[in-house]
Protein backbone atom coordinates (compact mmCIF):
# COMPACT_ATOMS: atom_id res chain seq x y z
CA UNK A 1 0.00 0.00 0.00
CA UNK A 2 1.13 3.53 -1.05
CA UNK A 3 1.69 6.32 1.44
CA UNK A 4 2.88 9.92 -0.31
CA UNK A 5 4.46 12.32 2.82
CA UNK A 6 4.98 15.84 1.72
CA UNK A 7 6.85 17.64 4.24
CA UNK A 8 10.38 18.89 5.93
CA UNK A 9 13.28 16.36 6.16
CA UNK A 10 16.48 16.80 8.57
CA UNK A 11 19.89 15.45 8.38
CA UNK A 12 19.50 14.42 12.29
CA UNK A 13 17.04 14.11 14.42
CA UNK A 14 12.80 13.07 14.36
CA UNK A 15 10.88 15.77 12.47
CA UNK A 16 8.90 15.99 9.26
CA UNK A 17 9.69 13.11 7.19
CA UNK A 18 12.28 12.17 9.33
CA UNK A 19 9.59 11.30 11.85
CA UNK A 20 6.99 10.47 9.84
CA UNK A 21 8.93 7.44 7.56
CA UNK A 22 9.66 5.01 9.70
CA UNK A 23 6.33 3.75 11.70
CA UNK A 24 4.74 3.69 8.36
CA UNK A 25 7.57 1.77 6.52
CA UNK A 26 7.27 -0.62 10.02
CA UNK A 27 3.82 -0.86 9.25
CA UNK A 28 4.20 -2.27 5.72
CA UNK A 29 3.45 0.66 3.85
CA UNK A 30 5.98 1.84 1.26
CA UNK A 31 6.64 5.43 1.36
CA UNK A 32 7.58 8.24 -1.23
CA UNK A 33 8.67 10.81 1.03
CA UNK A 34 8.71 14.14 -0.84
CA UNK A 35 10.69 16.78 0.93
CA UNK A 36 10.58 20.39 1.52
CA UNK A 37 13.01 21.59 3.20
CA UNK A 38 16.58 19.75 3.66
CA UNK A 39 18.15 20.85 7.09
CA UNK A 40 21.11 19.66 9.47
CA UNK A 41 18.36 19.34 12.11
CA UNK A 42 15.50 21.36 13.26
CA UNK A 43 15.88 24.58 15.35
CA UNK A 44 16.12 23.89 18.84
CA UNK A 45 19.99 23.68 18.24
CA UNK A 46 22.33 26.55 18.40
CA UNK A 47 22.68 26.18 14.47
CA UNK A 48 21.27 24.67 11.82
CA UNK A 49 22.60 24.48 8.13
CA UNK A 50 20.69 23.92 4.97
CA UNK A 51 17.11 25.64 3.33
CA UNK A 52 13.88 25.44 2.88
CA UNK A 53 13.65 23.93 -0.79
CA UNK A 54 12.96 26.48 -3.57
CA UNK A 55 8.91 25.68 -5.37
CA UNK A 56 10.16 24.87 -8.36
CA UNK A 57 12.39 21.94 -7.18
CA UNK A 58 9.39 20.88 -4.89
CA UNK A 59 7.39 21.07 -7.90
CA UNK A 60 9.30 18.78 -10.29
CA UNK A 61 9.66 16.89 -7.34
CA UNK A 62 5.82 16.00 -7.22
CA UNK A 63 5.97 15.71 -11.17
CA UNK A 64 8.83 12.65 -10.71
CA UNK A 65 5.87 11.48 -8.49
CA UNK A 66 3.09 11.72 -10.75
CA UNK A 67 5.20 10.10 -13.90
CA UNK A 68 5.77 7.12 -11.17
CA UNK A 69 2.04 6.74 -11.39
CA UNK A 70 1.87 7.39 -7.32
CA UNK A 71 -1.04 9.32 -6.79
CA UNK A 72 -3.01 6.69 -8.74
CA UNK A 73 -1.47 4.05 -6.55
CA UNK A 74 -1.55 6.35 -2.93
CA UNK A 75 -4.45 4.93 -0.35
CA UNK A 76 -2.98 8.36 1.82
CA UNK A 77 -1.19 11.55 1.23
CA UNK A 78 0.26 13.05 3.87
CA UNK A 79 1.67 17.22 4.38
CA UNK A 80 2.92 18.83 6.76
CA UNK A 81 5.68 21.55 7.08
CA UNK A 82 5.71 23.56 4.00
CA UNK A 83 8.97 25.90 4.58
CA UNK A 84 6.98 28.53 2.00
CA UNK A 85 4.12 29.86 1.02
CA UNK A 86 5.77 28.88 -2.73
CA UNK A 87 5.80 25.27 -1.50
CA UNK A 88 2.40 25.23 -0.12
CA UNK A 89 1.46 26.20 -3.49
CA UNK A 90 3.12 23.97 -5.50
CA UNK A 91 2.00 21.17 -2.76
CA UNK A 92 -1.67 22.61 -3.48
CA UNK A 93 -1.54 22.16 -7.46
CA UNK A 94 0.00 18.94 -6.80
CA UNK A 95 -3.03 17.79 -4.80
CA UNK A 96 -5.48 18.62 -7.48
CA UNK A 97 -3.66 16.99 -9.71
CA UNK A 98 -3.75 14.16 -7.40
CA UNK A 99 -7.20 13.68 -6.57
CA UNK A 100 -8.37 13.97 -10.30
CA UNK A 101 -5.93 10.92 -11.03
CA UNK A 102 -7.34 8.96 -8.15
CA UNK A 103 -10.53 10.46 -5.78
CA UNK A 104 -9.82 7.43 -3.21
CA UNK A 105 -6.87 8.34 -1.16
CA UNK A 106 -7.39 10.01 2.69
CA UNK A 107 -5.86 13.43 2.25
CA UNK A 108 -4.20 14.32 5.98
CA UNK A 109 -3.04 17.83 6.84
CA UNK A 110 -1.19 18.43 9.60
CA UNK A 111 -1.44 22.32 9.21
CA UNK A 112 2.55 23.22 10.74
CA UNK A 113 2.18 26.54 12.10
CA UNK A 114 3.40 26.57 15.53
CA UNK A 115 3.27 25.29 19.24
CA UNK A 116 2.51 27.19 22.82
CA UNK A 117 6.69 27.02 23.13
CA UNK A 118 7.51 28.88 20.10
CA UNK A 119 4.27 30.72 19.09
CA UNK A 120 4.35 31.17 14.96
CA UNK A 121 7.23 30.10 13.46
CA UNK A 122 5.91 29.66 9.77
CA UNK A 123 6.44 32.74 7.21
CA UNK A 124 3.89 35.60 6.93
CA UNK A 125 1.02 34.04 4.47
CA UNK A 126 1.30 30.34 5.40
CA UNK A 127 -1.59 30.91 7.86
CA UNK A 128 -3.80 31.73 5.47
CA UNK A 129 -2.77 29.12 2.76
CA UNK A 130 -3.78 26.40 5.26
CA UNK A 131 -6.68 27.80 6.21
CA UNK A 132 -7.92 28.52 2.67
CA UNK A 133 -6.48 25.72 0.68
CA UNK A 134 -4.79 23.28 1.74
CA UNK A 135 -6.90 22.25 4.70
CA UNK A 136 -10.26 22.43 3.00
CA UNK A 137 -8.69 19.81 0.59
CA UNK A 138 -8.39 17.12 3.49
CA UNK A 139 -10.17 14.39 4.46
CA UNK A 140 -8.53 14.87 8.03
CA UNK A 141 -6.66 18.18 9.50
CA UNK A 142 -4.79 17.16 12.52
CA UNK A 143 -3.65 20.56 14.09
CA UNK A 144 -2.17 21.46 17.58
CA UNK A 145 -4.52 23.07 19.95
CA UNK A 146 -2.35 26.59 19.39
CA UNK A 147 -2.56 26.16 15.35
CA UNK A 148 -6.40 25.35 15.39
CA UNK A 149 -6.99 28.83 17.33
CA UNK A 150 -4.65 30.01 14.31
CA UNK A 151 -6.88 28.35 11.73
CA UNK A 152 -9.99 29.49 13.30
CA UNK A 153 -9.48 32.94 15.01
CA UNK A 154 -10.01 32.26 18.05
CA UNK A 155 -7.97 29.42 20.38
CA UNK A 156 -10.55 26.89 22.22
CA UNK A 157 -10.05 25.91 25.35
CA UNK A 158 -13.36 23.85 26.26
CA UNK A 159 -14.84 20.67 24.11
CA UNK A 160 -17.84 23.12 22.71
CA UNK A 161 -14.99 25.30 21.49
CA UNK A 162 -13.38 22.42 20.01
CA UNK A 163 -16.56 21.62 18.22
CA UNK A 164 -17.40 24.74 17.12
CA UNK A 165 -13.86 25.16 15.53
CA UNK A 166 -14.74 21.64 13.73
CA UNK A 167 -17.64 22.93 12.28
CA UNK A 168 -16.18 25.96 11.23
CA UNK A 169 -13.27 24.35 9.51
CA UNK A 170 -15.83 21.85 8.04
CA UNK A 171 -17.80 24.74 6.65
CA UNK A 172 -14.70 25.50 4.69
CA UNK A 173 -14.48 21.76 3.50
CA UNK A 174 -12.38 20.15 6.11
CA UNK A 175 -14.29 16.53 6.86
CA UNK A 176 -12.77 15.25 10.19
CA UNK A 177 -10.61 17.27 12.79
CA UNK A 178 -8.11 15.36 15.30
CA UNK A 179 -6.47 18.29 17.73
CA UNK A 180 -3.37 17.21 19.52
CA UNK A 181 -2.23 18.53 22.75
CA UNK A 182 -4.84 20.11 24.70
CA UNK A 183 -5.32 21.43 28.07
CA UNK A 184 -8.20 22.05 28.25
CA UNK A 185 -10.90 23.78 30.90
CA UNK A 186 -11.10 20.19 32.21
CA UNK A 187 -8.82 18.46 31.92
CA UNK A 188 -7.23 16.81 34.92
CA UNK A 189 -3.81 18.23 36.26
CA UNK A 190 -0.81 16.84 35.02
CA UNK A 191 -2.14 15.48 31.96
CA UNK A 192 -2.51 16.42 28.29
CA UNK A 193 -5.67 15.19 25.58
CA UNK A 194 -6.28 14.26 22.21
CA UNK A 195 -9.66 15.01 21.09
CA UNK A 196 -10.74 13.48 17.84
CA UNK A 197 -13.95 15.48 16.46
CA UNK A 198 -16.67 13.69 13.97
CA UNK A 199 -20.12 13.89 13.25
CA UNK A 200 -20.12 16.48 15.75
CA UNK A 201 -19.03 13.87 18.67
CA UNK A 202 -15.66 14.44 20.16
CA UNK A 203 -13.65 11.30 21.65
CA UNK A 204 -11.11 12.24 24.01
CA UNK A 205 -7.85 10.70 25.24
CA UNK A 206 -5.61 11.68 27.98
CA UNK A 207 -2.31 10.76 29.12
CA UNK A 208 0.11 11.89 31.42
CA UNK A 209 2.16 15.09 30.31
CA UNK A 210 5.80 13.74 30.71
CA UNK A 211 9.13 16.33 31.57
CA UNK A 212 10.14 16.84 28.08
CA UNK A 213 9.11 17.99 24.74
CA UNK A 214 10.97 16.76 21.90
CA UNK A 215 10.49 18.21 18.53
CA UNK A 216 8.39 16.49 16.12
CA UNK A 217 6.10 14.60 18.45
CA UNK A 218 2.82 16.28 16.07
CA UNK A 219 4.52 14.75 12.59
CA UNK A 220 5.26 11.53 14.37
CA UNK A 221 1.50 10.86 15.82
CA UNK A 222 -0.09 11.72 12.46
CA UNK A 223 1.93 8.94 10.48
CA UNK A 224 0.83 6.48 13.82
CA UNK A 225 -2.62 7.64 13.54
CA UNK A 226 -2.31 7.15 9.58
CA UNK A 227 -0.89 3.49 10.01
CA UNK A 228 -3.78 2.66 12.38
CA UNK A 229 -6.56 4.12 9.84
CA UNK A 230 -5.07 2.40 6.41
CA UNK A 231 -5.30 -0.98 8.89
CA UNK A 232 -9.14 -0.14 9.10
CA UNK A 233 -9.42 2.04 12.58
CA UNK A 234 -12.16 4.26 13.14
CA UNK A 235 -10.43 7.88 13.41
CA UNK A 236 -10.95 7.84 17.59
CA UNK A 237 -9.67 4.51 17.87
CA UNK A 238 -6.67 5.58 15.02
CA UNK A 239 -6.42 8.90 17.18
CA UNK A 240 -6.04 6.82 20.41
CA UNK A 241 -4.07 4.36 19.41
CA UNK A 242 -1.22 7.11 17.82
CA UNK A 243 -1.79 8.99 21.17
CA UNK A 244 -0.74 5.88 23.01
CA UNK A 245 2.15 4.95 20.52
CA UNK A 246 3.96 8.62 20.97
CA UNK A 247 3.00 8.50 24.63
CA UNK A 248 5.44 5.13 24.30
CA UNK A 249 8.54 6.94 22.76
CA UNK A 250 7.97 9.64 24.83
CA UNK A 251 8.63 7.28 27.78
CA UNK A 252 11.89 5.96 25.89
CA UNK A 253 12.99 8.90 25.16
CA UNK A 254 12.51 10.21 28.85
CA UNK A 255 14.19 6.81 30.31
CA UNK A 256 17.12 7.65 27.59
CA UNK A 257 17.89 11.08 28.69
CA UNK A 258 17.62 12.09 25.44
CA UNK A 259 16.86 14.66 23.29
CA UNK A 260 15.71 13.76 20.46
CA UNK A 261 12.88 10.77 20.30
CA UNK A 262 13.89 7.58 20.55
CA UNK A 263 11.59 5.91 17.33
CA UNK A 264 13.26 2.39 17.22
CA UNK A 265 12.89 1.03 20.36
CA UNK A 266 15.71 -1.46 21.87
Known amino acids: MQVISIQSQVVHGHVGNS?????????????????????????????MRGRVLEADLVADLLLGVEER???QQAAAI???YMGSV??????????????????????????????????????????????????PMADIVTPNQFELGRLVGERPDTVEGLRA????????????????????ADTRDGEVETVALENGR???????????????TGDLFTAFMTTWLLKGASLAGAAERAT???QG???????????EMRIIGD
Open 19 to 47: AAVYPLQAAGFEVAAVPTTLLSNHPHYPT
Open 69 to 71: QLP
Open 78 to 80: LTG
Open 86 to 135: GNASAVVDFLRRARRLNPDFVLICDPVIGDDDLGVFVEAGLIERFRDELT
Open 165 to 184: AADQLSRRGTGRVVVTGCVL
Open 202 to 216: AHRTSIPRLPIRPSG
Open 244 to 246: RDV
Open 249 to 259: VLRRTLDAGAF
